[in-house]
Each structure stands twice: as C-alpha cells, then as structure tokens.
C-alpha cells in the first residue's frame, strides 16, 4: 500500500496494491495489519457506511464533536472530489483543508482522522462512497459547516448548483460552528 500525505499531513491518501489482467482486478480494500504497518495508526473500524448519490450532490462538511469519527472513505463507482478540514481549533492548520479525487478507477482511499470535517461532491454521473468509521453514528453530536465558509475557501470542481440537504443548506460558518479543541 502506497501512503501520501495531503497538505494537511493527519489527511492521507492510501493506494492498495491492485492486480489486473483482462479478467478483470482484484485488491484488498482493506486489511487492518496493512493499515497499521502503512500509516502507522492503530484504529478499531466499528461501522461500514455506503451512499450513493448523483452527480452534483455535495454533502458536508460534517463531523460529530462529543464521538468524534475518524473516516477511511473510498469510492468504488463513480467520481468524486473529497474533502477534509482541520476542525482542531489549537492545530496550526485550523480552518485548512485538503481536497483529492477519489474513483473506481483510481482506487484511491483518504483517511480522514478524528478532529476534521469532511464533504464530498459527486462528479459523474453517479456515485457509490463507501466508508469506515472509527466510532458509531451519534446524531446528536453531529455538526455541519458550510461547503462555501469563505473562511475555509475550498476550491470545489465548477458545478452550475450543487444539490444540498436541508442538513447541509443550513450549515454554520466556521467562525460561528463549534469544533475541537
């Protein structure tokens, strides 16, 4: 497995080895003991989430504050432009983000640690995300900041209106949103 920093060095993309022929590819999504020995993290994975969406959906950038989750995110069809925010308001890197085009066809992954937000936009016609997570789904604990905070500035792929939930329409500015400490 390949390991990249991004410009924020926590952010990472990961490469699995892939085997192709004209059968067709095999790769290992995942494998703990590969994970570990690559990035030097250890992680327990407790829930497997998968969305599809269609192109010009944008979700984000959301994270959850009191059961913050770390996120391996992969896209197994399709195209998106994947992005994380530091959200640790004492990080040098505060309010910084990091963007890669994850694919079926790349076969990329991001890691996306505890302590940073995270949103995507889809960019084909559709896409599957799938994605790991380091603690449970608390609805309580989720927070959204908005995919255009000024503050933040992500340079997101042209997209003539993205389609946003009512979650993510009504996101906070960064400068009003509560994040880490």
């Excluded at 003991?33 to 979700?59: C, K, M, P």
């Excluded at 308001?89 to 790349?106: C, I, K, M, T, Y």
Aim: hydrophobic share 35%.
């Amino acid at each position: 497995m390949k390991v990249t920093p991004t410009a924020l060095p926590e952010v990472l993309i990961l490469e699995p080895k892939v085997f192709g022929d004209a059968r067709g590819f095999f790769m290992e999504s995942f494998n703990q003991r590969a994970f570990e020995d690559a990035t030097g993290l250890q992680r327990d994975f407790v829930q497997d989430n998968h969305s599809r969406s269609r192109q010009g959906v944008l979700r984000g950038i959301h994270y959850q504050l009191e059961q913050p989750q770390g996120k391996l995110v992969r896209v197994t069809q399709g195209r998106v432009f994947d992005v994380a925010v530091d959200l640790r308001r004492h990080s040098p890197r505060f309010g910084q983000w990091a963007g890669v085009e994850l694919s079926g066809d790349n076969q990329r992954q991001l890691w996306v640690p505890e302590g940073f937000g995270h949103g995507f936009l889809v960019l084909s016609e559709s896409a599957d995300f799938l994605y790991k997570t380091t603690d449970y789904y608390h609805p309580a604990s989720e927070r959204c900041i908005r995919f255009d905070d000024p503050d933040i500035a992500i340079e997101w792929p042209e997209v003539a209106e993205p389609a946003l939930s009512e979650k993510d329409r009504a996101g906070d500015a960064l400068k009003d949103a509560e994040v880490f400490e």
